[in-house]
């Protein structure tokens, strides 16, 4: 399914996907369960970080790639959600995020596991404590089109309830593993949630 003319004929404006991944971080972070579609937080401009990865996964289709995204399972924190893309056999990411460091990755990984890994030294909640423990990706959005997460009208967050479905894998192989691991430097964790939106944050 191809994406609508009006979204194809913006997109034509983003030239690569560094240029989509400035786009989608000046976008306003939106705290609220209720997930858009990409052509809905087109109009509306505000995105949390599923949103922002739908967004992103269709303006990169328009530059040829193929829509797929990495789920990300945490413990003690908020799941999150990234844009895939490929250029030269290397994988690279588009995210949103409430964050500064769990957003864009540029394409220098060989494997979706290697840049997945680049995430984790700055996957921490509020207090510090690591928390990210598990991931599935490629998850392509090929498998997902009756949830019209392009253009639809309606709340699509069912569609990522569907994610825990694919093959999952484990960093961590338990919880109490990741909670004995040291606190993130409280200079990172500052810096890490500046300017971020509180009301979108995990409290622990």
Not at 20 to 41: G, M, T
């Amino acid at each position: 399914m191809a994406a609508p003319d009006r979204i194809e004929k913006f997109a034509k404006k983003l030239k690569s996907p560094w240029e989509i991944q400035r786009f989608v971080s000046a976008i306003p972070y939106n705290p609220d369960d209720f997930c858009k579609s990409a052509e809905r937080v087109l109009i509306e401009r505000t995105a949390h970080c599923m949103e922002g990865a739908l967004l992103a996964s269709l303006l990169l289709e328009c530059l040829g790639h193929e829509p797929s995204l990495l789920h990300f399972r945490a413990h003690r924190d908020d799941d999150h959600v990234v844009s895939l893309f490929r250029e030269k056999g290397l994988w690279g990411a588009v995210g949103k995020s409430n964050t500064t460091l769990l957003a864009w990755r540029p394409p220098l990984y060989r494997t979706v596991r290697d840049l997945l890994m680049s995430y984790f030294p700055f996957y921490f909640n509020l207090k510090g404590q690591m928390s990210l423990v598990a991931w599935a990706g490629p998850i392509r959005l090929s498998r997902y089109e009756k949830w019209n997460w392009r253009a639809g009208m309606y709340d699509v967050g069912d569609l990522s309830a569907h994610f825990y479905e694919s093959e999952r894998s484990r960093i961590i192989m338990s919880e109490r593993r990741v909670e004995k691991l040291p606190l993130a430097d409280r200079r990172l964790v500052d810096a890490c949630f500046l300017g971020a939106n509180e009301k979108g944050l995990y409290r622990v």
